[in-house]
């Protein structure tokens, strides 16, 4: 019997490129899966371009935004959904055929190795234009990123999970939920909590077209010395970090070891120490991004 999958897809404004992507979705040559969508208040023809696929459309009116609309579909996904894995989708994205195949031969293979706890498998990704032209081969290598720098320490400052790639077992979900108001994204909180109470594993292959184009949420933009310069005069901000760190704290207090408790205590008064003590904190911890230029900008900016 195949292994159910709920692929979650929210959507907003996206008639543009839903079509493209829910195609690629029924063209997977894995199709043990079922597709839960939410649509989260559009104005375009996005609702009609759902209903018109196979696939669950939940009721919504409300505009929560990407992080919130997300939090609904795992709600209904957990409460209403007999699968044992969960993805996420973007709706201006477009999947490699064998994308769903692949991650979850990695999710079994990592479920002999390690047994029932909580798992994540994320992907690299392929930056394209909005006609799918390459950008780059490779987000990771855009953005100087090593995503086996995993650790909970590293995922408290610097996300290295991107979410449209993610795939996550059952006993993640139900350890991660709800998801707060203090996480930056969902997939960074569930990443946050994977680190810490479970594994993480990771394809080191493009499994999707990672489109940019003008109305992108996040987007990819290129990390290089340039856009370093433009960006280490401005003052660097933890508070996002900081409002997630308490919310991990505050959920999970009574689970945590002795040491990560102080950690996470220290992180989330950093706003209130001296020069000296911020840069303390963070070296003590090793609460730092990814690659030199980053780091002194943090060090020298928070």
């Known amino acids: 019997m195949m292994n159910k999958i709920s692929i979650l897809l929210s959507t907003y404004n996206g008639e543009k490129y839903l079509k493209e992507q829910l195609d690629s ?103 394209v234009d909005e006609k799918l032209k390459t950008i780059n081969s490779s987000f990771m290598d855009f953005q100087n990123i090593d995503p086996l720098k995993n650790k909970f320490n590293n995922l408290l400052v610097q996300n290295t999970i991107t979410g449209c790639t993610v795939m996550i077992n059952k006993k993640l979900l139900k350890k991660c939920m709800p998801i707060p108001n203090g996480a930056i994204m969902h997939d960074w909180w569930i990443g946050l909590v994977a680190s810490y109470f479970g594994k993480i594993g990771y394809i080191d292959e493009p499994t999707i077209k990672y489109r940019q184009h003008i109305s992108n949420t996040i987007g990819a933009k290129g990390f290089d010395t340039n856009f370093v310069l433009k960006n280490i005069s401005k003052k660097v901000s933890l508070s996002r970090n900081i409002s997630q760190a308490k919310a991990f704290l505050e959920r999970f207090r009574n689970e945590l070891d002795d040491e990560t408790i102080k950690m996470l205590e220290d992180f989330i008064t950093i706003d209130q120490k001296s020069w000296w003590q911020k840069r303390a904190v963070l070296l003590r911890y090793r609460l730092l991004k990814q690659g030199f230029l980053r780091n002194v900008g943090l060090l020298l900016k928070i």
């Open 25 to 127: 979705l029924f063209s997977q040559s894995y199709q043990g899966f079922e597709i839960l969508s939410r649509d989260d208040g559009s104005s375009d023809n996005t609702a009609e371009i759902l209903n018109s696929y196979n696939i669950k459309v939940l009721d919504s009116a409300d505009n929560l935004g990407a992080k919130m609309s997300f939090a609904a579909l795992l709600k209904y996904a957990l409460d209403n959904s007999a699968s044992e894995y969960f993805m996420f989708c973007d709706q201006d994205d477009v999947w490699a055929r064998d994308k769903v195949e692949k991650t979850l031969a990695k999710m079994q293979e990592m479920e002999k190795e390690h047994g029932d706890i909580p798992l994540l498998v994320h992907t690299d990704l392929e930056v």
